[in-house]
């Protein structure tokens, strides 16, 4: 695997790097080098039912594990994906499966130390995989494959008995692993806690980030600007250029009308990074500003997140799987949730709103790559279908992966018929996966009272949620009712 340059990675983030929002890992790293993406992830579409006692559903090989408890077990798998686990003395017979985030192929157990030391306070074992290290970071092809092989080799290797029950565990990239996991874990896993997921899939995850890229090149830099088809040094030009543009665009009013255009279309919530507070939505010009404090935040520059993993995944599909050719610009502001701020902010500019999104469209010839295409399609979004219960947690100000995502999401599982399954819930905080070890724990616990009781009951409410919360005396919870709008730019029938 090759290392993200340091340029890129200066301008991914300040001192933090490319992963710092997504994984525990600290040293960005990019996994470029070209290659034949491997096996795609298992079949999808398994009956939806609750699930029982894991121990008799588990076709795995019974435990003769000699590891000793509170002490950390590492592992490899045949592909080279490497494992972590540990159990807790006493243990609950609960084993939790955590998928880590987009960045470095590292095994994680939890998505970092303070919530890792909660789960095993409380009685959890804990365990994960690095995904193929052999791959590219959007670990999909096999993440799948490689957690379910991790889990059996815990199982056989370092509990001491079959576990009671099994719960699948993400954030970001492991969140769209966790909820594949729950459509595809029969037998294997009993619920999941899908956290900052990008639920909606990859097709869309590019799709809309296109879009906003799209529109930035075209109306506030190079129309020529390369924005996909990537390698490394291609990736942080593209970056770079859009921030230089995107930087000009805020220092004039027709200048931010466009910019409040193309942040619409990347979902760029419109929320203050410095007091982690939403702009008043009846202030086009707050808005925007918050907008492009999101856009340019120094912990991770988001223009230049979408370029690298944007590379990633072009690596894993084999191809180049997004395009604008065929999109209607106009329809796409119009479900829009900024679209008000838009129009103002164009109005005060005295800017012809409908010309540049008649602009838009006729020069979008952007083309995917159908197989590679299929390949995103095939290995990186759900189909609703679930086999377990699942709970979303999101933070309504997420820069990188957008709420939004959840409504998507949500109208997938209902249309297959999985919606008895699937609860949401938010919390009121700014970030990507910025959730306290409180919160996180409170999500497990009301997974588990899915699954050993048979019903949601009022778990998973804000209400209940938050009371849990604060019974762990593990920090600040911010849970709260919140219903996301629809996901600008996602494909129909992706």
Not at 232 to 237: I, L, T, W, Y
Not at 369 to 396: C, F
Not at 431 to 444: D, I, Q, R, Y
Request: proline letters at 5%.
């Amino acid at each position: 695997m090759r290392k993200l340059p340091a340029a890129l990675a200066a301008l991914i983030a300040a001192g933090t790097g490319l992963v710092a929002s997504c994984s525990t890992s600290p040293t960005p790293d990019a996994a470029y080098a070209p290659g034949t993406p491997g096996a795609s992830a298992t079949a999808h579409g398994t009956a939806d039912s609750a699930a029982t006692a894991h121990g008799a559903q588990s076709g795995g090989a019974t435990a003769h594990s000699t590891a000793a408890p509170n002490t950390q077990v590492n592992g490899t798998l045949a592909n080279g994906t490497t494992w972590v686990a540990e159990y807790p003395a006493p243990w609950n017979g609960t084993l939790v499966l955590y998928s880590h985030g987009y960045g470095d192929l590292t095994a994680a157990d939890a998505p970092d130390a303070d919530t890792q030391h909660a789960l095993l306070a409380a009685g959890y074992a804990i365990a994960g995989s690095s995904f193929d290290p052999h791959g590219s970071q959007w670990a999909l092809n096999t993440a799948v494959g490689d957690q379910f092989g991790a889990l059996a080799a815990v199982e056989a290797t370092v509990l001491p008995h079959q576990p009671q029950h099994v719960l699948a565990f993400g954030t970001s990239m492991g969140g769209l692993i966790s909820a594949l996991e729950a459509q595809d874990g029969q037998g294997k896993i009993d619920g999941a806690l899908t956290t900052c997921g990008i639920v909606g899939g990859g097709v869309n995850l590019g799709q809309s980030q296109l879009d906003g890229e799209y529109t930035i090149a075209q109306l506030l830099g190079d129309p020529h600007t390369r924005l996909v088809g990537l390698d490394d040094e291609s990736a942080f030009g593209t970056a770079q250029a859009l921030n230089e543009a995107a930087q000009q665009a805020q220092g004039s009013s027709a200048g931010k009308a466009r910019l409040a255009l193309a942040m619409a279309f990347l979902n760029i919530p419109a929320w203050d990074p410095n007091d982690g507070q939403p702009a008043p939505a009846d202030n086009p010009g707050a808005q925007e500003s918050a907008q492009f404090a999101t856009l340019m935040d120094g912990s991770t520059n988001v223009l230049a997140f979408i370029e690298g993993g944007r590379e990633s995944i072009e690596q894993a599909v084999g191809g180049q799987p997004t395009s604008t050719s065929g999109t209607d610009f106009a329809r796409l502001l119009a479900n829009s949730p900024y679209r008000q701020e838009v129009a103002a902010l164009y109005r005060a500019a005295g800017l012809n709103l409908n010309a540049d999104l008649a602009a838009l469209t006729a020069h979008a010839v952007i083309k995917a790559d159908p197989a590679a295409l299929q390949r995103l399609k095939a290995t990186s979004d759900p189909t609703g279908k679930l086999a377990v219960p699942e709970l979303d947690l999101h933070t309504i100000g997420d820069n990188l992966v957008p709420v939004q995502n959840e409504y998507n999401y949500g109208r997938l599982v209902n249309r297959a018929g999985s919606g008895s399954l699937l609860r949401q819930a938010y919390t009121d905080s700014y970030g990507h996966c910025n959730f306290s070890p409180s919160e996180l724990v409170a999500g497990v616990q009301a997974v588990m009272h899915r699954v050993t009781t048979g019903h949601w009951d009022n778990a998973a409410t804000a209400a209940s949620l938050e009371q849990a919360a604060a019974a762990t005396n593990l920090g600040t919870a911010k849970f709260t009712d919140y219903h996301p709008g629809e996901l600008t730019g996602a494909v129909t029938g992706s």
